[in-house]
């Protein structure tokens, strides 16, 4: 099943508010990319930042798990998203 560039950038809101929910998670992120709060807020709307937070969910299938089960977003719909959103698409190697 394919989502539209709409439903992608809602799963990469649905990503944002989540990671910022999680008191844990959330320094990682900001450890691992150099985001701040600010970053975070003028991020929201960017599709390029929403991208750049589900790539970080994607790099640990706990952490993904963990997006889906309490968000009730189907497993695979975070990979689908990110390959919508900017930079996601796969490179052609022929």
């Known amino acids: 099943m ?13 990503a944002i508010a989540w ?8 320094p990682v992120f900001m450890g691992s990319t150099g985001a701040d709060e600010a970053t975070m807020r003028e991020g929201i709307g960017d599709p390029a930042f929403q991208a750049a937070v589900l ?6 299938d706990a952490w993904l798990t963990r997006f889906c ?16 959103l900017p930079g996601g698409d796969l490179p052609e190697w022929t």
């Open 19 to 26: 990671l910022a929910a999680d008191e844990e998670l959330l």
């Open 55 to 60: 790539d970080f969910l994607l790099m640990d």
């Open 69 to 84: 089960d309490e968000t009730g977003i189907d497993y695979a719909a975070p990979m689908q998203a990110r390959a919508i």
């Open 2 to 14: 394919t989502i539209s560039r709409d439903h992608a950038e809602t799963i990469g809101l649905q």
